[in-house]
Antibody, heavy 119, light 111 residues
Framework: EVQLLESGGGFVQPGGSLRLSCAAS????????MSWVRQAPGKGLEWISG????????YYTDSVKGRFTISRDNSKNTLYLQMNSLRAEDTAVYYC????????????WGQGTLVTVSS | QSALTQPASVSGSPGQSITISCTGT?????????VSWYQQHPGKAPKLMIY???NRPSGVPDRFSGSKSGNTASLTISGLQAEDEADYYC???????????FGTGTKVTVL
């Protein structure tokens, strides 16, 4: 059974940093591209970052480029999101999502971790 | 890149059919057959319901179907059931940043 378990969320002041983790199990983690998708309270979904299966290529939406860094450790079956210079508008539930092997869609999602940025 | 446009809410009675629209542009929905639909119950993670416009993953009831015409994709739920009450989001893969764009979301209410 595919499982994705996010952790690392919490309360942080503006300008602060957090590192999110997503522990994967139930599939060959190193074979799949992964992404982070966030959802602000009461709002819709927003794709923010993706990484290829090897970690060789990374992608970001403009609003987080230069502040967030996606990475992965295939030996630990774990996806990461380092978030720096956090802003109030980064407050959201952050989901990790597994990309399907051949189809451009996300076939499994974690339960999410809440990040609150506030003074 | 703007979010895809969905109606804020759609409702129907049990057994009825409803359709949710997802309107984009030729740069996203109209340009690729990479439209997906996700179901999200309150406090839960999104669940994939439709991929590549009209394909259902295994385990998704055939009451759910997808289609596309021009820049608008649609999700139809036939034989509406109480457990279908949830938020639904469309999504399109695009080849430029931000790679994936989501719809504004539609709340489905079963009357």
């Amino acid at each position: 059974e595919v499982q994705l378990l996010e952790s690392g969320g919490g309360f942080v002041q503006p300008g602060g940093s957090l590192r999110l983790s997503c522990a994967a199990s139930g599939f060959t983690f190193s074979s799949y591209a992964m992404s982070w998708v966030r959802q602000a309270p009461g709002k819709g979904l927003e794709w923010i970052s993706g990484i290829t299966s090897s970690g060789g290529s990374t992608y970001y939406t403009d609003s987080v480029k230069g502040r967030f860094t996606i990475s992965r450790d295939n030996s630990k079956n774990t996806l990461y999101l380092q978030m720096n210079s956090l802003r109030a508008e980064d407050t959201a539930v952050y989901y990790c999502a597994k990309r399907h092997s051949t189809v451009t869609t996300f076939d499994y999602w974690g339960q999410g971790t809440l990040v609150t940025v506030s003074s | 890149q703007s979010a895809l446009t969905q109606p804020a809410s759609v409702s129907g009675s049990p057994g009825q059919s409803i359709t949710i629209s997802c309107t984009g542009t030729s740069s996203d929905v109209g340009g690729y057959n990479y439209v997906s639909w996700y179901q999200q119950h309150p406090g839960k993670a999104p669940k994939l319901m439709i991929y590549e416009v009209s394909n259902r993953p295994s385990g998704v009831p055939d009451r759910f179907s997808g289609s596309k015409s021009g820049n608008t994709a649609s999700l139809t739920i036939s034989g509406l059931q109480a457990e279908d009450e949830a938020d639904y989001y469309c999504s399109s893969y695009i080849t430029s940043s931000p790679l994936y764009v989501f719809g504004t979301g539609t709340k489905v209410t079963v009357l």
